[in-house]
């Protein structure tokens, strides 16, 4: 028989962190990062001490989406503090090298930056660590699973067939590391018109049945909303700009679901 997965120990740059959560699409596009951020700030918010790690090298978004640029400060042992802002200190390839340097990289290099944000990071007393993964169920979601003891994981789609045909792929990978599937999120499921009512632009329940028949819990939909869109693109996610908002209430319940 094969034999059983056996996660990591948590690293010692990350001793006191109880729960990491990694946040995977199938697809890119589908808003992964958007969800991922969200649902950090959104959980700092809820009082928790939150990291966020971009695993994303090969496209990393958070140092937009959390409006951060520059390089991390190194301290005297040599190890970087992660960037802040909204609460939640961060690391990210997008900090480290020139935008599209790792373009070209093989698995190796790829690992290797991993270890490096993980562990020579140095990310003080923590609660949680937000995962923003690579799209796809390659050798870089393997990596994290050896890297870094999940607790679990939020996959995140679209509605259309061919997101969920990928979704159902990262569900079953995760499967494969003993690692729980804590939910599936439907981004851009809706989109309110001026009327207040719901168009399913791109078709409706798929997420929620294909979570059914996973076995996963549907945690939730967000809606396509220009506002999430911009938000983002200004560095200052929607659970930030409007937390009052109801999409900002979607993120919160998520986090508090995780
Ligand atoms: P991924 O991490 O899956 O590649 P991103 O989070 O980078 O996806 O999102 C891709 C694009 O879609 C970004 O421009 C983002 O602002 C936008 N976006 C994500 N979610 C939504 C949404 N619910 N409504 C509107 N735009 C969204």
């Known amino acids: 028989a094969p034999r059983a997965f056996v996660p990591p120990p948590l690293p010692p740059s990350l001793a006191s962190c109880a729960r990491v959560f990694a946040v995977a699409s199938g697809k890119g596009g589908v808003g992964k990062s958007t969800t991922c951020v969200n649902i950090a700030v959104a959980l700092a918010r809820l009082g928790h001490r939150v990291a966020l790690l971009d695993a994303d090298v090969y496209g990393p978004s958070v140092p937009t989406l959390m409006r951060l640029s520059g390089q991390p400060v190194v301290d005297a042992d040599g190890r970087m503090l992660p960037m802040e802002n909204h609460g939640v200190r961060c690391q990210s390839m997008g900090f480290l090298m020139k935008p599209g ?6 698995g ?7 270890t490096k944000m993980i562990q020579d990071t140095r990310w003080g007393d923590v ?3 937000m995962v923003d993964m690579p799209p796809g169920t390659g050798d870089a979601q393997i990596s994290i699973s050896q ?10 789609s679209t509605p259309q067939e061919l997101a969920l ?7 079953d990978m995760y499967g494969k590391v003993n690692t729980e599937v804590v939910g599936v999120v439907e981004n851009m499921a809706y989109y ?3 009327d207040g009512t719901r168009s399913y ?19 939730a939909e967000v809606p396509l909303d220009a ?11 929607i659970v930030v700009r409007d937390p009052d908002g109801e999409v900002a209430a979607i993120y919160t319940n998520i986090a508090r679901r995780i």
Request: charged share 25%; with cysteine; proline share 5%.
């Open 192 to 194: 309110c018109e001026k």
């Open 108 to 114: 190796p290099m790829v690992s290797g930056a991993l």
């Open 101 to 106: 340097a790792a373009a070209t990289w093989r």
């Open 127 to 129: 609660d949680v660590l």
């Open 201 to 219: 632009v791109f078709g409706r329940g798929g997420a929620r049945a294909t979570a059914a028949e996973r076995g996963v819990e549907f945690l």
């Open 147 to 156: 890297k870094l003891p999940l607790t679990g994981a939020v996959v995140v």
């Open 165 to 171: 045909a990928d979704a159902r792929r990262g569900i």
């Open 227 to 237: 506002t999430i869109r911009e938000s983002s693109d200004e560095g200052a996610p």
